[in-house]
C-alpha cells in the first residue's frame, strides 16, 4: 500500500477521490491520511491526470493544478503477473494505464533509465528479458520484427530459460508476417501462445484514452487477456 505526498513531503490536500478504471465506478472518499487497506493502491499526480480517463478528465476540470488522490481495489482483479518489454513514449504511456489499475508489472528496457522512470508509479525494473520468464503475460512494444525476436527468442528473450517461460506473448510492435510467424512458432514450442495486438495512434493518444488497437490469436489467450487491453483505451 503507498500514499503519495506533495512536494516537500507534505501530504495532498484533502480532496480524495476514486478513479473509475476498468468499468469501476468513481466515488468521492472522505477525507483520510490513515492506514488504507493492503488491498488498495493509493496514487497521486498533479495537473494532468493521466490514469482512468472516464473520470479523471472530470476530475482535472473540477480541480485544476491541485492534487487528485484516487484508489485503485487491486482486490476487483487482475491476477495475472505481466512483463513489459520497451518503456519507449508508446510502452511507457501504455504501461501506465496497466500500473493505474493496480496491476503486477515488471518492465525491461535496453535504456534502464527510462524504464526506472516507472518505479514511482509501482513498476519493478529488471535486467534482461529472461527476468521475464516468470510472469504470465509478457506485452512487447519494441521498435521493429528484430528486436521482437532478439527480446523473445533471443539469447536472453523471455523463453531462453528451460525452466519456465510465460503463457502469453501480447505483442504490439509493428512487425512483417515473416517475424510474427516465427514468433508464434517459438512461443508454440513452449507452450506459449502470442495474440498479435497493433495499435494506430501515439503516447498522446494512449493518455487521451483513446489509442484503437486490434487482435489477432487464440481465442482462449484473447480472452484472458482481453481485460488489460482493455486499459489501452475506454
Known amino acids: 500500500t503507498t500514499q503519495s505526498a506533495s512536494p516537500g513531503g507534505a501530504p495532498p490536500p484533502p480532496s480524495l477521490l476514486t478513479c473509475a478504471s476498468a468499468g469501476r465506478s468513481g466515488e468521492v472518499i472522505a477525507p483520510c ?6 488491498t488498495r493502491c493509493v496514487i497521486a499526480e498533479r495537473g494532468n491526470l493521466r490514469f482512468g480517463a472516464r473520470v479523471c478528465s472530470t476530475i482535472k476540470r473540477a480541480m485544476p493544478g491541485t492534487w487528485a488522490v484516487w484508489e485503485i481495489d487491486m482486490s476487483a482483479g487482475y491476477s495475472h503477473t505481466i512483463g513489459w518489454i ?6 511507457s504511456a501504455l504501461i501506465k494505464r496497466v500500473l493505474a489499475n493496480g496491476c503486477d508489472v515488471s518492465v525491461y528496457n535496453r535504456t534502464r533509465a527510462k524504464a526506472e522512470a516507472l518505479i514511482e508509479l509501482g513498476a ?20 521493429g520484427p528484430k528486436d521482437v525476436i532478439e527480446v523473445t527468442l533471443g539469447e536472453n528473450g523471455v523463453f531462453s530459460r528451460d525452466d519456465v517461460c510465460p503463457k502469453i506473448i501480447v505483442d504490439s510492435t509493428t512487425i512483417n508476417p515473416e517475424a510474427s510467424v516465427t514468433l508464434r512458432e517459438g512461443a508454440a514450442a513452449r507452450g506459449a501462445a502470442v495474440v498479435a495486438v497493433p495499435v494506430s495512434g501515439n503516447a498522446k493518444v494512449v493518455r487521451s484514452g483513446r489509442l484503437t488497437a486490434v487482435a489477432s490469436g487464440p481465442l482462449d489467450a484473447y480472452e484472458e487477456v482481453l481485460p488489460y487491453l482493455d486499459m489501452y483505451g475506454e
Open 33 to 38: 491520511y490513515g492506514q488504507i487497506p493492503e
Open 86 to 91: 520497451g518503456a519507449g513514449r508508446m510502452g
Open 124 to 143: 519493478k525494473v529488471v535486467d534482461s528479458p529472461a527476468d521475464l520468464a516468470d510472469r504470465d503475460i509478457v506485452f512487447t512494444t519494441v521498435a
